[in-house]
């Protein structure tokens, strides 16, 4: 195994030790907050001047011109749209700051925040109020403000310190590290969240020692900030790693953005670097590789995965100066083409960092913590063949039960998840497992979560929104290596279905690089009973094709809600089904049963209309691949070979009992057909595991 491996899967070694190291080291760490204003994400205005006339001139032209704009229109817009970002807040605070130190006319700027705010009701408003926005404005105009109006305005801001808790302390009263109302939405408003962690902080921070009511509350927030986070935030996010719990929908919509700027604050603040206290397969240290991983080549969007909206990263653009390291430099960079805001990039890009693009990555992945495993061809390509499987943990109650479920892509989606955006709260067909390419056992008594409105679909377990027994283990990545040639996973997935119905699900991930391109998939499957029918789920963009032995179809790059794409053409995808040897293949989707229930539920043969069903990822065929044997065990082994779209001509592709292939003379696959999960590519053994913690240390 190569050291690049060997570093990657290492992380989940320590996770109990290094609980009791930080817990012991930190917990009772003093802190200092910074006497003067700004305290906020910036350090030095000295400094952040500098920048402005030198190499984030343009980025502050921007930033002054909106400012301009809003002195000129006397108001700040987007001030009372509660799902916004009110950029101008930000736009006119850094112009205040920067202006005024080159002796320049400032006070405008300040005053038509002042102006919006008139007697802080604005901010203090429970029904909807920009609370962790105000708060940096309130910290980098403080020297425009009265001794009056700092106390009038620290009032209204102090007054959140206690909502939604009732306490000004962190509670976690609702949820978990893990979660993202805990830290609160990417508008910083009173929607979506639980304890407002992001916002409570940039109020505390700012108001300290101001001479409001609220100094004694501002104290124990931060009091409470400084022993909790440390002892056990920080731990908790090494162990979740740099995939947020809830992929990046949700974490896009807060945490992606909004831990790395509490972060980033106390830094600034009181000179603690969370980020230095992090493993580097922490979050959020580890998150720009997670980012860089999951956008798709041929469209530069992040992947439907999870929970997942196939969003471009512009939320982590936001977060990305923060980070001070080459790749999220690289973001940061990139992000100008997806972002409107620019003042992030003022206020905290450091410019002496260099900017690293993804490019330097290896082409195949582990994230241990989520049990994501990507992989792809080449990077800087938006023709490359990129690939995702995963299986692991439950961290937080969005989380969808998809274990074992895999993606595929060149030039637009090969094999995708079924189409649409259903929302758990009212689609439960989108939030069981017939949407994901897995393996299915089918009890007809079984009886899910939720199972008013919930089908018997013959899947996974449902916990998705059941919150408690958190982190929940649903299956786990047992075995990955990553060469030149080909990366391989391996994954238990047995705990994430019904334990009266399956004694093994395990599945192999074999990607083979090279100027023709394979997935081989291997499942091994046992029952509780011979008559529970396992079939094999895929799903593809476009209608399949049979030929002779095997189906063909091709890619749709406009699958994920493009029309204009990076990729060029579209490919070609041959599927070999080699096992089980009784297989009983059909084709099913188009229109009228894009959403058709499992074919052996009666109650379920229908198509499942519903609100966002035919938005992207439009994936409206699936096969359906069952065993009609008559034992417990079933094995499905599957080829995938990618080709040009021209092409017609299938490799030739031979089985070799009891479970194994050879693909055009070349390439020579083993898998173990029982006992540990592994086998041969060539002469070289797929038994790569992950190390356990007494592993590591003794190495």
């Not at 400012?67 to 112009?95: H, K, T, Y």
């Not at 990607?511 to 789920?537: Q, S």
């Amino acid at each position: 195994m190569n050291g690049v491996t060997y570093c990657m899967i290492r992380r989940l070694c320590v996770i109990s030790l290094m609980v009791l190291i930080y817990t012991v080291s930190f917990a009772k760490a003093a802190y200092h907050i910074k006497a003067t204003h700004p305290r906020l994400f910036i350090e030095d205005v000295k400094e952040l001047a500098e920048r402005c006339d030198g190499p984030l001139a343009g980025d502050y032209q921007v930033v002054k011109q909106r400012a301009d704009n809003a002195v000129r229109a006397g108001r700040i817009q987007f001030i009372s749209n509660p799902w916004s970002i009110p950029e101008d807040l930000m736009n006119c605070g850094i112009a205040y700051l920067v202006e005024r130190h080159k002796g320049r006319d400032a006070q405008k700027y300040a005053d038509v925040i002042i102006k919006q705010w008139g007697d802080g009701s604005l901010i203090s408003n429970s029904q909807g109020s920009h609370f962790g926005y105000h708060a940096l404005a309130y910290d980098w105009i403080f020297d425009a403000l009265t001794q009056q109006q700092r106390v009038q305005f620290g009032r209204a801001l102090g007054t959140w310190l206690r909502y939604f808790t009732n306490e000004p302390r962190i509670l976690l009263k609702w949820g978990h590290w893990e979660y993202n109302q805990t830290w609160g939405p990417i508008h910083l408003n009173v929607m979506n969240c639980r304890d407002a962690i992001t916002q409570k902080l940039f109020i505390a921070l700012a108001i300290k020692g101001e001479g409001t009511k609220y100094e004694a509350d501002a104290r124990m927030f931060l009091d409470s900030w400084n022993t909790r986070v440390t002892a056990e935030c920080v731990p908790a996010f090494n162990r979740m790693g740099g995939v947020w719990s809830e992929s990046y929908g949700h974490g896009a919509y807060g945490p992606v953005t909004v831990i790395p700027y509490a972060f980033h604050a106390w830094r600034t603040a009181t000179g603690i670097d969370l980020f230095k206290q992090l493993k580097p397969w922490g979050y959020p240290v580890e998150s720009p590789r997670w980012v860089a991983y999951t956008m798709m080549p041929h469209n530069e969007r992040t992947a439907w995965i999870d929970d997942g909206n196939g969003a471009r990263p512009a939320a982590f653009a936001r977060a990305a100066p923060m980070l001070r390291d080459g790749l999220s430099q690289w973001f940061s960079d990139h992000g100008r083409s997806w972002l409107r805001e620019r003042w992030q990039r003022v206020t905290c890009y450091d410019p002496s960092v260099r900017a690293i693009p993804p490019d330097e990555l290896p082409l195949g992945y582990l994230f241990p913590g989520a049990g994501h495993v990507y992989m792809r061809s080449a990077w800087d390509d938006p023709n490359a063949t990129w690939a995702f499987f995963g299986c692991g943990p439950q961290f937080a109650g969005h989380s969808r039960d998809d274990e074992g479920h895999f993606l595929i892509c060149n030039r637009g989606a090969l094999v995708s998840r079924q189409g649409g955006q259903g929302h758990n709260d009212s689609d439960y067909y989108a939030g069981g497992s017939l949407i994901y390419n897995i393996v299915t056992i089918f009890d007809p008594n079984e009886r899910f979560r939720r199972s008013r409105n919930n089908e018997n679909d013959g899947g996974l377990l449902r916990h998705v929104y059941e919150g408690s027994g958190l982190p929940r283990r649903r299956g786990h990545i047992v075995a990955f290596e990553h060469k030149a040639d080909y990366t391989y996973a391996a994954a238990d997935i047995t705990q994430g279905y019904s334990d009266k119905k399956a004694r093994e699900v395990t599945r192999q991930f074999l990607y083979l690089r090279g100027e023709r391109e394979y997935f081989v998939v291997f499942d091994r499957v046992e029952t509780t009973r011979p008559d529970f029918v396992r079939h094999f789920f895929l799903h593809v963009p476009t209608q399949p094709e049979r030929q002779e032995d095997h189906l063909t179809w091709l890619s749709l790059p406009e699958a994920d809600g493009d029309k204009n794409v990076l990729s060029h053409g579209r490919s070609r995808m041959f599927l070999h089904t080699l096992l089980p040897e009784k297989a009983q293949i059909v084709t099913r989707g188009g229109p009228g049963k894009e959403a058709w229930g499992h074919p052996l539920e009666e109650t379920a043969q229908y198509n499942h209309t519903a609100k966002g069903r035919m938005k992207p990822p439009v994936c409206p065929w699936r096969i359906e691949v069952g065993d009609t044997g008559d034992s417990s065990r079933s094995l499905f082994l599957h080829v995938f070979e990618i080709a040009d779209e021209q092409l017609r001509q299938a490799t030739a592709v031979k089985f070799v009992a009891p479970a194994g292939v050879d693909i055009a003379e070349r390439w020579q696959i083993r898998f173990n057909p029982a006992g540990p999960l592994g086998g041969t590519v060539g002469d070289m053994p797929l038994t790569i595991t992950i190390k356990t913690e007494k592993q590591y240390n003794e190495s």
